[in-house]
């Protein structure tokens, strides 16, 4: 409060752009990220995409692991989720199969993607801000460097076999194995890929325990399933095989010791998408709905640094940034029969310094009020 007001002070005796109170604008108090200040971002660019990271065409922002956790508040959910994988994935316990669900937008992609960062070569915890809270809650344990598998269901075809440099893989489970380990994992299960058969929870365990430790992320599952609904003859395999893979790998992980697999399951019927996509999202619901998710999905307060990371730069003027805050209290303090209740409150007050420099009463209506359209898409939908 002393800095607020010896900030306040300074720019009243300070010449240049100034409010009547003395209040430097917003843009010399924080600067926005250069791509959104050019306009050079698209709005697409806003949303992570997994297959991208994977394939190494992402954005800085999502393929780097520093700059991804650098513009990454880690809120409650994705710090539990963290915290859980790290002891997986050092054979300390953890939640073995972790379902993420939520509505459009809720932040999915991106938790699976910091776990996937996390799990990352020569990345250590230390290495960005909140680190340090998960060695305290982790007993600083040496991070492994996890063996990685990503199947993204709209990137993979049911039609048409996935070429590598050393072979071709035609099933979710035969690309999991060559994923974890290359030509030697596929052939552990190659009888079983070329046959489009399920290659049941024991040929599972023995990859997962030859490559492990392993971290296994499997999204937009329901896209790709109802695309074989009822089709046969496909080298995918049949629906129903790949739902029996989908519990001989939840019944795998839980075997294994050192192995987590998280798997995204649509909420809104926007992402579901038909009688096909309905019966899938049931028939996985059935199979790892029995998991306990440590995962919480992004609160409204929450997002208010989720937002300001993203379009700002982390460097603030803070002193000069409170005095705005503190001009903006005064003002609903002297009016209150005029401004809604409580606005004038320290906790009110502690938000308005978090959204800053966006009024917390626009995150409040976004979130609460915009978020019940369907198509909406919470926290993407507000960037």
């Keep these: 409060e002393a800095e607020a007001q010896r900030s306040r002070q300074d720019a009243a005796r300070t010449a240049g752009v100034t409010s009547q109170l003395g209040l430097r604008p917003w843009r010399e108090i924080i600067s926005p990220h250069p791509d959104v200040a050019s306009g050079a971002y698209m709005q697409a660019e806003f949303a992570a995409d997994l297959a991208q990271v994977l394939a190494g065409t992402a954005r800085p922002e999502y393929g780097d692991p520093r700059e991804f956790f650098r513009r990454t508040y880690l809120t409650q959910g994705l710090m539990d989720l963290l915290v859980s994988g ?21 932040g999915k992609t991106h938790s699976m993607l910091a776990l996937y960062h996390l799990a990352a070569p020569q990345f250590e915890l ?7 809270e998960l060695v305290e809650r982790t007993g600083d344990v040496d991070m492994p460097e996890a063996t990685r598998a990503v199947l993204v269901g709209t990137a993979f075809s049911a ?4 070429a590598h440099a050393e072979c071709s893989t035609h099933t979710l489970w035969g690309e999991l194995a060559y994923q974890l380990g ?3 994992g596929y052939e552990m299960v190659r009888a079983a890929d070329e046959g489009g058969a399920n290659p049941g929870s024991d040929v599972l365990v023995a990859v ?18 109802r695309n074989i609904y009822g089709v046969t003859g496909l080298p995918s395999g049949s629906f129903e095989a790949v739902m029996s893979f989908v519990q001989s790998l939840t019944e795998a992980v839980r075997r294994s010791v050192d192995s987590m697999l998280l798997i995204s399951i649509p909420e809104s019927d926007m992402e579901v998408g038909g009688r096909a996509g309905r019966e899938t999202l049931e028939s996985l619901s059935h ?14 307060r929450e997002s208010f640094e989720i937002v300001r990371r993203r379009l700002f730069a982390t460097e603030v003027r803070h002193a000069e940034r409170d005095a705005t805050v503190n001009a903006y209290a005064d003002l609903y303090r002297g009016a209150s029969a005029e401004f809604p209740s409580g606005v004038a409150e320290r906790d009110y007050i502690d938000l308005m310094k978090a959204a800053y420099p ?22 993407r939908g507000v960037l």
């Design 182 to 184: 290359g030509r030697e």
């Design 159 to 162: 039609t048409n076999p996935t």
């Design 126 to 132: 230390r290495d960005f801000v909140g680190g340090e």
């Design 287 to 300: 199979i790892v709905g029995r998991i306990d998710s440590v995962w919480k999905p992004v609160s409204a």
């Design 208 to 225: 997962l325990g030859r490559y492990g430790p392993c971290l296994i992320i499997i999204d937009e599952l329901v896209a790709y399933a």
């Design 86 to 106: 790290i002891r997986r994935l050092t054979a300390q316990g953890g939640d073995p199969v972790v379902q993420l669900q939520t509505a459009f937008g809720g």
């Design 358 to 379: 966006i009024h917390p009463e626009l995150f409040e209506r976004l979130y609460e009020d915009w978020s019940t359209l369907e198509r909406f898409q919470r926290t």
